[in-house]
């Protein structure tokens, strides 16, 4: 079946990298999301990658997929306070309509 | 432009009691999702429709739950003989395309039953 499973919890300094981790289920073809919500917010689409790349990066971020181990990272490069929220990792099939969330992983930063 | 909406963001109600929830997608785009969050958990998907139909309903959870967009534009789900159970974050989302296309979300509408 369809589950997507991500650690609770992430505490960081400000300055340092982020990495946030995700396991999803088999699909040969899906696209994988990384969605950002702080509180009282909706869903802030992040990035996406597919499953026939490796990595892609924008900016701060850098979104690592290990197929054989069905493994998503998120990296945030020089973490700030305003990176404190919530991050999802989503999962779609290629022809599907509907996402999969993980529960979330709560970024917290200190200064 | 515009991104998608959502009215009331904030719905207090008691139980037993019928609410309607509004989402206005981006203008333009034919699909559109409702999502339902519980506390501390991620969004759970409960329907898609693309222009006008409902493609996809298998995420409603029982017969109490209805959703319509009859100008496959603003939709509105409706939720009779509210319970408990069903407070929750309602999200709303609207991709450019049908299936295969990335979803935007709206700020949500907080739904308390007491």
């Known amino acids: 079946g369809e589950d997507v499973e991500q650690s609770l919890f992430l505490s960081v300094r400000e300055g340092d990298s982020s990495v946030i981790n995700c396991t999803y289920t088999d699909s040969s073809s899906t696209y994988l999301y990384w969605y950002k919500q702080e509180p009282g917010a909706g869903l802030q689409l992040l990035t996406y990658?597919?499953?026939?790349?490796d990595m892609k990066q924008d900016q701060r971020l850098t979104v690592l997929l290990n197929k054989k181990d069905k493994h998503l990272s998120l990296r945030i490069a020089d973490t700030q306070t305003g990176d404190s929220a919530i991050y999802f990792c989503a999962q779609r099939w290629e022809y599907g309509n509907k996402l999969v969330f993980g529960a979330g992983t709560i970024l917290r930063v200190k200064s | 432009g515009a991104g998608v909406s959502q009215t009331p963001s904030n719905k207090v109600t008691e139980k037993g009691k019928y609410v309607e929830l509004r989402c206005d997608p981006i203008s333009g785009h034919t699909a559109l999702y409702w999502y339902r969050q519980s506390l501390g958990q991620g969004p759970e998907f409960l329907i898609y429709?693309?222009?006008?139909?409902?493609?996809?309903d298998s995420g409603l959870p029982n017969d109490r739950f209805f959703a319509v967009r009859p100008e496959g534009s603003v939709s509105t789900l409706k939720i009779q003989r509210t319970e408990r159970g069903d407070s929750a974050v309602y999200l709303c989302a609207s991709s450019l395309l049908a299936e295969g296309d990335t979803q935007y979300f709206g700020p949500g509408t907080r739904l308390t039953v007491l």
């Open positions: 429709f693309q222009g006008t139909g409902a493609a996809d």
């Open positions: 990658i597919f499953s026939n790349m």
